[in-house]
């Protein structure tokens, strides 16, 4: 099923760039029903639903969809006929007209996005102060891929284009409400929502880029130098809203979908703060040159993550590299808002959400007290 799964793309308005787009995964494979004795689930436990779509297919230029995935039920087949949603395999929910009957089944992306609607409304509820923004990418950034899904990533071997496919069928896995409100002791969290203005234009010259954001990050040294060689995973996720321009005439500058861009990138262990902002710098005139961009071989994801307004990678590596990658950089790429400046707006602001987490897995070290008291990321502006 997941070659069908792969060939049928995700139907409008999935494409949205600003759009959460949900998928359908299942953990539902036990038939108890004697009706349907004989009968098999068509998808394996933690795999991708049978009817849920992807956009494996898609020109590599557009986002990732569906960004998560969630339960969305199962099909039973008997080897013959084409698969059936029976009740075991779906998701029970009441009916909308409880007079007849109390309730129903619902299954693929239905299910899972009416999972989705509640989980922002659970995020909201328990942090109403957070941007829209910033509500996407605690979604995206707390989800993780079933251990079905890892196993073929893994299976990878690190091959980009074979992990980025499987990325545009699962995307960034199934969400998680606890990972999105808490942090743990070996499992630590910032975010940070900010603003910068992309561009400026001064008189009749071109317009050009004109602010980077550099956040400090405060990472407990002390506790990640004292882990040594012990392995780490650093996960960060950035997410802002674009303006859409809604022509068909390609991807050339003067006709960018995009009203702006943002990318990030992370301090290496051996830069300093001044080298870091002039590979930031050389980064972003790559990108206008179409040179590729990313965060290269370290990083799963690499130049592939810089695509649609939701950008999402992981690095993993020894605790003592990451007490010293303690800065990340957001900075904008050009859109239409630069290439035509007659619209007036050039000199708008974009906001964003920057979400970082360290994870410790199966270390047993304190991360989070350290740092619990350091409530603001020192951010400095580069124009």
């Not at 284009?161 to 499987?166: R, T, Y």
Request: with cysteine.
């Amino acid at each position: 099923h997941l070659t069908r799964n792969d060939l049928e793309a995700v139907d409008d308005p999935s494409q949205a760039w600003n759009a959460l787009t949900v998928g359908a995964f299942t953990e539902k494979v036990d038939i108890i029903d004697t009706d349907f004795a004989g009968y098999a689930p068509i998808a394996p436990v933690g795999e991708l639903s049978p009817r849920s779509r992807t956009s494996v297919v898609w020109d590599r230029q557009w986002p990732v969809k569906p960004e998560v995935v969630f339960e969305g039920g199962n099909l039973a087949h008997d080897g013959v006929l084409p698969g059936e949603p029976i009740d075991d395999l779906q998701i029970l929910t009441t009916f909308y007209r409880p007079e007849l009957r109390h309730f129903t089944t619902l299954g693929d992306t239905s299910a899972a996005t009416a999972h989705a609607a509640r989980m922002a409304g659970l995020i909201l509820s328990a942090r109403p102060e957070l941007w829209p923004e910033t509500v996407r990418a605690l979604i995206v950034h707390s989800a993780e891929w079933t251990p079905a899904m890892r196993a073929r990533i893994d299976a990878c071997n690190g091959a980009k284009g074979e992990i980025q496919a499987l990325v545009r069928r699962y995307g960034y896995g199934v969400p998680d409400l606890g990972r999105a409100l808490l942090s743990t002791v070996n499992d630590l969290t910032l975010i940070v929502e900010d603003e910068l203005q992309p561009f400026q234009r001064e008189g009749g010259a071109a317009a050009k880029t004109r602010d980077m954001k550099l956040h400090r990050l405060p990472w407990p040294k002390e506790q990640l130098a004292a882990l040594g060689a012990a392995q780490v995973e650093l996960r960060v996720t950035l997410s802002y809203f674009i303006e859409p321009n809604p022509g068909e005439r390609g991807w050339t500058r003067r006709h960018r979908y995009a009203s702006h861009g943002l990318r990030f990138r992370v301090k290496s262990a051996t830069e300093t703060v001044d080298e870091f902002r002039a590979r930031i710098n050389q980064a972003a005139r790559d990108e206008e040159e179409g040179a590729p961009a990313g965060g290269g071989e370290e990083w799963l994801l690499g130049t592939f993550r810089d695509r649609g307004s939701l950008h999402a990678d992981f690095w993993s590596g020894s605790a003592a590299d990451l007490a010293e990658r303690d800065a990340i950089g957001v900075f904008p790429v050009g859109g239409w808002w630069k290439e035509k400046p007659y619209l007036e707006r050039v000199d708008a602001l974009a906001r964003y959400a920057l979400i970082v987490t360290i994870r410790a897995p199966g270390v047993d070290v304190d991360i989070f007290t350290p740092v619990e008291a350091a409530l603001t990321v020192e951010t400095s502006v580069e124009t």
